[in-house]
């Protein structure tokens, strides 16, 4: 073939190659992409057919898995790679691999490719995934001998150089279709947290299940609306929705326990945290928050405090592990200490010296015994006295029975 009519071959291959590569971002079908690239192949090279041959069984037999002029008695099962065949030896080099004639020639002899027995012609090239993660197969094949050059194995090899990075694009898409599709039907059965999306202006797009059991608003009603409709009107007169987004824009995360509003104008109390989301070159590209309703909780754990404060003993609450987490009004005005003294350990302090051994002992054996239950003295802070005192806690559990917390009283 004469240079210019060469060059203008390779030109015309090369918008070929162009356009195949423009036309594959916008797809997200591994099959019709695969296709295209097999029927590409064949009209390009003027050959009878054209496969994709999908490696499985980590690497050791391979599938028919796109094709394009391929005859009905073309073998389509599964098949074993023999590294004495071009497709073994393709693979084993890492490059195309052309036979001008596969039935004469000197490197298959005596060992017959199990093949479209019409197929003459053939060339096979590897297709690599990004890192040589080898994936496949591409092959063209023709009855008639000696119609394949190395231009040809030259163009196979650029179209495999494609597909290389889009089936990789397309695995990638696949794994996270599938991880999404995981998230969310894990995300919808939670009923008891509201749970929505936001875009980096403050925008919902997305409404789970428990965001409306929560706050009263369907999808469709919430849907484009500012977050703002969820914050009170005290709160948005503030800027406390633009503050939140803005806190957590800046360090991650922002964390609020504070009433919020339902469709029906009345109020819940919601303990949440708003997390912004980044893309891999950090830029902004919405948030997720995530709220629990503690009404209730909050109400009753109110309710408690006031039964407490009307005990006329010295009321207190505590991990198992003897860290208190609250004293009644009678403790601090009996040892002077205010809540932050008393809080840990540091109740200890108004403890007698030569009992804060045996108190501690008492905790630690607290648990196995579901009882706290010491006699000890106290310090009363009018006048310095040391007072004895009958301490007991008992633990109280949730519906599971594991043990949230220690609600105890010192008798005098």
Known sequence: MPDRDILRLLLERQKILADYAEFTPGQDDLDVVLSRACDLAARTLGVAQATVLELQDNGTRMFLRAGAGYRPEAPR???DIDGRLPEGLALMQGQPVVSQDIWADDRFKGVPPPADKGTRTLAVAPIFLPG??????????DPEPGCLDSNDAE????????LGAVIDRLFKLDVLRDTQQ??????????DYAIFMMDPQGLITDWLPGA??????IADEALGQPVAITFTPEDRATGQPEQELETASREGLALNIREHLRKDGSRVLIEGIARA??????NLIGFIKIGQDV??????ERRLRILMEGIPQLVWRSQDTGQWTWA????????????????????????HPDDRDLVTRAWAEAADKDLLDVEHRIRRAADGAYLWHHTRSLPVRDKTGRTTEWLGTSTD
Do not use: K
């Open 277 to 282: 989301l980044f893309d891999p070159n950090g």
């Open 155 to 162: 163009f196979l090899r650029a179209i495999c150089s494609i």
């Open 182 to 191: 995981r998230f969310r039907m894990t995300v919808e059965a939670v009923t």
């Open 77 to 79: 099962q599964i098949r």
């Open 328 to 351: 009644s009004a009678q403790w601090m005005s009996f040892t002077g200490q205010d809540q932050n003294q008393a809080s840990g350990q540091g109740w200890l302090d108004a403890v």
């Open 132 to 141: 040589r993660t080898p994936y496949g197969l591409l092959q063209v094949d």
């Open 295 to 300: 009404t209730d909780r909050h109400q009753s």
């Open 212 to 217: 409306a059991a929560v706050f009263g608003w």
